[in-house]
């Protein structure tokens, strides 16, 4: 996170998008006291954070992933898939819910004693709400500044369903999370099961 601030873009609107970062990064201190994450869950965490933090730097709009695949490649991202606008918002909506999710379901399973269905439908339904709450933050910190600072910070690009699709995405994840967690659960079961046989 700390590389992203180094010559900032748009420093005011990143400061902003930061703002649930820094909230995301203090709240894994007392959850650490109460709840030792698991490395792959705090890995989880922390590489959606990462690639939040890249997001944010460029206000996800202008993040210059068709310079970086040019660079890599010699071919941008938007033209072998048609793009006409910049969908690093969308991988990061997505990858909420592929992060997000296993580590929901690993907590209500190690706290609360959930068995695995009713734990991964949990899981889901929380990231499904909490990309609403986000999605209606940002409508609320649009029609709370200007419109320059909303399209900035929303980076809806002129999509009148961008909430609408983000957190579709973010549902898509979580489910597609869930699946491999229902899979994984349901083998080790059989396993279980085949070993007292």
Same mark, same amino acid.
């Given at each position: 996170?700390?590389?992203?601030?180094?010559?900032?873009?748009?420093?005011?609107?990143?400061?902003?998008? $930061?703002?649930?970062?820094?909230?995301?990064?203090?709240?894994?201190?007392?959850?650490?006291? $109460?709840?030792?994450?698991?490395?792959?869950?705090?890995?989880?965490?922390?590489?959606?954070?990462?690639? $939040? /933090?890249?997001?944010?730097?460029?206000?996800?709009?202008?993040?210059?992933?068709?310079?970086?695949?040019?660079?890599?490649?010699?071919?941008?991202?938007?033209?072998?898939? %048609?793009?006409?606008?910049?969908?690093?918002?969308?991988?990061? $909506?997505?990858?909420? %819910?592929?992060?997000?999710?296993?580590?929901?379901?690993?907590?209500?399973?190690?706290?609360?004693?959930?068995?695995?269905?009713?734990?991964?439908?949990?899981?889901?339904?929380?990231?499904?709400?909490?990309?609403?709450?986000?999605?209606?933050?940002?409508?609320?910190?649009?029609?709370?500044?200007?419109?320059?600072?909303?399209?900035?910070?929303?980076?809806?690009? %002129?999509?009148?369903?961008?909430?609408?699709?983000?957190?579709?995405?973010?549902?898509? %994840?979580?489910?597609?999370?869930?699946?491999?967690?229902?899979?994984?659960?349901?083998?080790?079961?059989?396993?279980?099961?085949? /070993?007292?046989?």
């Amino acid at each position: 996170m700390a590389l992203t601030w180094v010559a900032p873009p748009y420093p005011a609107e990143q400061a902003l998008h $930061h703002s649930l970062t820094a909230v995301a990064l203090l709240a894994l201190i007392p959850l650490r006291r $109460h709840y030792a994450l698991p490395p792959a869950s705090l890995a989880a965490v922390l590489g959606f954070l990462a690639l $939040h /933090s890249v997001a944010a730097r460029w206000m996800y709009s202008y993040v210059p992933y068709d310079e970086w695949s040019a660079a890599l490649a010699g071919v941008r991202l938007s033209d072998v898939f %048609g793009w006409e606008r910049n969908h690093f918002d969308r991988l990061v $909506h997505l990858s909420y %819910g592929l992060c997000a999710a296993p580590v929901l379901v690993r907590y209500l399973r190690d706290r609360w004693g959930l068995r695995p269905l009713p734990a991964v439908a949990a899981g889901v339904e929380l990231v499904l709400s909490t990309s609403a709450l986000y999605e209606l933050l940002e409508w609320a910190i649009a029609v709370t500044t200007s419109p320059e600072i909303a399209e900035v910070y929303n980076g809806q690009q %002129g999509d009148v369903w961008d909430a609408h699709k983000d957190i579709a995405l973010a549902c898509l %994840g979580a489910l597609a999370a869930a699946a491999v967690m229902l899979l994984r659960s349901l083998r080790e079961a059989a396993a279980g099961s085949a /070993s007292r046989s």
